[in-house]
């Protein structure tokens, strides 16, 4: 069965470091990666997502995730880090349904703190 | 404005009382879906639905019903809601949920239901 695992539940950073989110998935065949963000009271938001290609992706707000196969991870990455990045963070994985997929299985989520 | 309406968004009732929480989205996407959030779980999808009259289990489904009459329109009934059913709700819809190049899920903000 497809699997997310964010090992990381919670992580600080000071205002301008870099980041990194981790993110691992199991699954058989090429996976549908996506990175969203949840701030305080809102729903999700789609920052990136990876279907097939160029392994490095870019994303809104800065933020880039790499693909890489051999180590099935996802992580997601931001040079420096605003204030305004202070959110929850969801690795996902597309479960294939044919040709398609039909669902998104999700981690159980990265809480980004930033101090200032 | 494009975006996925969910009502109520905070609701507190009592065990065995019926309640729905209604999902409606301006998007004419066809896909539609219902999960919960939990802590440390992640998102879990409940139901989904392919397109009007189509609907499926996800991974949680019990304890919960849906219905998809119009296109707009999904709404997640709790026949009988147990406590055990206190949770993040989000709706989410996708147009062409399931082909290569789209996939994107748009969220609703969420409906927080506390069951006493």
């Known amino acids: 069965a497809q699997s997310v695992t964010q090992p990381d539940i919670h992580i600080t950073v000071s205002e301008g470091a870099s980041l990194e989110l981790r993110c691992n998935y199991s699954?058989?065949?090429?996976?549908?990666l996506f990175w969203y963000v949840q701030s305080p009271g809102q729903g999700l938001q789609l920052l990136l997502k990876?279907?097939?290609?160029?392994?490095l992706v870019q994303g809104i707000k800065g933020f880039e995730a790499e693909f890489k196969r051999s180590q099935s991870s996802f992580n997601l990455r931001k040079p420096s880090v605003h204030w305004s990045d202070a959110a929850e963070y969801f690795c996902?994985?597309?479960?294939?349904?044919?040709?398609?997929?039909?669902?998104?299985?999700f981690g159980a989520g990265t809480r980004l703190a930033v101090h200032p | 404005e494009a975006q996925v309406t969910q009502n109520p968004r905070y609701l507190i009732t009592v065990t065995g009382k019926k309640l729905t929480v209604t999902c409606s989205q301006n998007?004419?996407?066809?896909?539609m879906s219902w999960y919960r959030q939990d802590p440390g779980l992640g998102l879990r999808q409940i139901y989904y639905?392919?397109?009007?009259?189509?609907?499926d289990k996800g991974d949680v489904p019990e304890g919960y019903k849906v219905s998809r009459k119009e296109k707009r329109n999904f709404p997640l009934i709790l026949e009988s809601p147990s406590p055990n059913q206190t949770s993040l709700y989000f709706c989410?819809?996708?147009?062409?949920?399931?082909?290569?190049?789209?996939?994107?899920?748009?969220f609703g903000e969420g409906s927080r239901l506390t069951v006493l």
């Open positions: 639905s392919m397109n009007v009259e189509v609907t």
């Open positions: 989410a819809s996708s147009r062409e949920f399931g082909q290569e190049r789209t996939g994107e899920l748009f």
């Open positions: 990876y279907f097939s290609g160029d392994t």
């Open positions: 699954y058989g065949a090429t996976p549908y």
């Open positions: 996902a994985v597309g479960a294939p349904r044919g040709g398609g997929y039909n669902k998104l299985i």
């Open positions: 998007m004419n996407h066809e896909y």
